[in-house]
Structures are given as C-alpha cells and as structure tokens.
Nanobody
Framework: QVQLVESGGGLVQAGGSLRLSCAAS????????MGWFRQAPGKERELVAR????????SYADSVKGRFTISRDNAKNTVHLQMSSLKPEDTAVYYC??????????????WGQGTQVTVSS
C-alpha cells in the first residue's frame, strides 16, 4: 500500500548533526499524521517525533526536545527529521511510519528497514 524508505543515517561525533529522510510511494501520505521512531540495542521501539498531516502541529519526546525537528513536504511525499546536538544515547535504528492519528503512537503500516544512526563520543 504505502512503501516507506528511510535514509540519511550514518556515523557522527557527539554534538554533530544529521538529517534523515523518509520517502513514501504507492500512495499519498498527506492526510496522515507521521512519526519518527527509534530502537536502540536492548530497548523498545519508541516514538520520538510526530507531525500532523498538514504539518501545522509537531510534538517530541522529552529526550529529543529542542534538538530534533520533524518536517514534511506533502508535494514530494516526504518526511524529514533534522537532528542536532547529537548524543551517544541517540544511537539507534530510526524508522518512519504513519500514525493512526496525531495523538496516537501506534503505526499504521509495516516497518521498513530503517536507517542506522551511530553517535560516537
């Protein structure tokens, strides 16, 4: 139905920045709230950022607030996550997915491969 491909991950030093991208295909995602999730080794997958369908509302987990910015370009069917002031604790595989609603943390679709973010000290 909707295929999501994450990209932009890599290895950076603490304090550095990365910009992740999520490209959707197969169907427009403009009507869906979207979220970025991450899963670190030994931890559960967690929602770190969400954005409404129109892009007028965003919300962040306390652990990333002030450092991460989620955005979207509905004309290009993409979602992005700008990450700054990265910390080793941000090391994880990052995934994007549609949400069942803006106030939901439940994904709508299947999980993609994700993109690895590694922050060294």
């Amino acid at each position: 139905q909707v295929q999501l491909v994450e990209s932009g991950g890599g290895l950076v030093q603490a304090g550095g920045s990365l910009r992740l991208s999520c490209a959707a295909s197969g169907r427009t995602i403009s009507t869906y709230a979207m979220g970025w999730f991450r899963q670190a080794p030994g931890k559960e997958r967690e929602l770190v950022a969400r954005i409404s369908g129109s892009g007028d509302s965003t919300s962040y987990a306390d652990s990333v607030k002030g450092r991460f910015t989620i955005s979207r370009d509905n004309a290009k069917n993409t979602v992005h996550l700008q990450m700054s002031s990265l910390k080793p604790e941000d090391t994880a595989v990052y995934y994007c997915n549609a949400l069942q609603g803006y106030y939901s943390s439940r994904p709508r679709g299947s999980w993609g491969q994700g993109t690895q973010v590694t922050v060294s000290s």
